[in-house]
């Protein structure tokens, strides 16, 4: 085995660990609806480009966001592909201005091509992020002056492990499947406190479920590139482990305890994709629009109401030439656009969220790059008593390559 091939398996390794022991809160309130917050995650590319990627192929790196895009892969290339991120959140409404920080993995991914007859890769990443905050919520006890307060924590979020392959039929064809597992829990503890007692309820929630999807990708002229993606509709089956523990004159006491019990399946809606890129001499040009038909899954929510999602995305990269041997021109510089109408209706009022990006792709020798990025999103309002977010956002994320399967020539 040679040393860029140990290098690679090394790196997995060291992934996957780190990826267990990620810190996956959000610091964000909206994070209390539903199964969390979508997540931002994905390859470095894209997150530069305004999220876009549905009709991207996979020169730069492993493309998520279409399963057509495998086959475009380097020829018998291997891929390895992972990255992190760091994420400053402000928080703000008309009495409450706060910052938190956060720091996710953003996907962990191994690919290859063989020999431009298909292209097949293995991904782990994180789907949604569940991390919320509510302290010091005051009530009054029925029929008495004494006051008890709330305090309610929640954490976790969904996993997405899923395999992706692709063919080229039809010589500009390109027709790609997802396979995909969604899972993991949310667990919130809600503590109930008065002058005299305390009452701690912590609940478990384990959500997990299949998906598929397919994806195309068309060629036109070697100049037009168009896409287009759908993610069939899931349910996710829920089961629920509760512990309610309670103190009082001194001493603790178990309420009710329970394990693996039934509660509402989650449905994801049916999601549709379409996308377009050019290319006028070394800029390219790409743009996205997703639509998620989140009210047919008749789904409701204590907080606010499920509603379509459409999603608008724009983005532009340059590079002086991407064949020199002079590393300046080689590098890829990018910027992009997105507009997220959002799922969550509450008081009538979208949460929506606007997000501008900038990037680069930095070589590292002839195959490999790292992609840095930077995002600022507005997410959310103050009207109607609702909180406004601006979400900055930092990607690094490392796009390992080596040729494979080719035999060694010796003289």
Do not use: C
Request: hydrophobic share 35%.
């Amino acid at each position: 085995m040679n040393k860029s091939k140990s290098l690679l398996i090394f790196a997995l390794l060291v992934t996957v660990y780190s990826y267990a022991q990620t810190n996956s809160l959000t610091g964000s309130p909206y994070s209390l609806f539903g199964l969390g917050v979508e997540n931002n995650s994905n390859t470095g590319r894209s997150s530069g480009l305004g999220k876009t990627g549905i009709a991207l192929d996979a020169n730069y790196g492993i493309n998520l966001y279409n399963p057509a895009s495998f086959i475009t892969l380097k020829k018998d290339e291997i891929t390895f592909d992972f990255g992190g991120s760091a994420e400053i959140i402000n928080i703000s409404n008309n009495d409450l201005n706060e910052q938190t920080t956060t720091y996710n993995f953003t996907n962990i991914s191994l690919a290859f091509n063989r020999n431009d007859k298909y292209g097949i890769g293995l991904t782990l990443k994180p789907a949604t992020n569940v991390g919320y905050a509510l302290t010091g919520i005051e009530n009054n006890i029925e029929g008495s002056n004494e006051q008890f307060t709330t305090n309610i924590d929640g954490t976790g979020g969904l996993n997405e492990i899923r395999l992706d392959y692709a063919r080229t039929y039809f010589k500009n064809l390109n027709v790609g499947i997802k396979a995909a597992y969604l899972f993991g829990k949310i667990e919130e503890t809600e503590s109930i406190i008065t002058s005299g007692s305390y009452l701690q309820i912590d609940e478990t929630n384990y959500y997990s479920g299949a998906q598929l999807g397919l994806g195309l990708q068309y060629n036109l002229k070697d100049k037009h590139q168009f896409g287009f993606t759908v993610d069939f509709p899931t349910v996710l089956k829920g089961s629920q482990d509760v512990s309610i523990i309670k103190y009082s004159n001194d001493a603790f006491s178990t309420v009710d305890e329970s394990e693996d019990e039934s509660i509402d399946n989650f449905y994801l809606p049916l999601k549709l994709g379409f996308g377009y890129s050019t290319k006028i001499k070394n800029l390219m040009l790409t743009a996205d629009y997703n639509k998620s038909f989140w009210s047919t899954t008749d789904q409701s929510d204590a907080i606010g109401d499920y509603t379509d999602q459409d999603i608008f995305s724009l983005g532009a990269s340059y590079a002086v030439d991407p064949t020199s041997y002079k590393y300046w021109e080689r590098v890829d510089f990018r910027m992009g656009l997105n507009y997220n109408s959002g799922y969550l209706k509450v008081n009538d009022t979208n949460i929506d969220t606007y997000t501008a990006s900038i990037g680069v792709g930095l070589p590292i020798g002839k195959r490999s790059l790292v992609n840095i990025s930077y995002a600022l999103g507005k997410k959310g309002t103050t009207e109607s008593i609702l909180i406004k977010e601006y979400v900055n956002t930092l990607n690094i994320n490392i796009s390992l390559s080596d040729l494979w399967f080719q035999k060694r020539k010796f003289n």
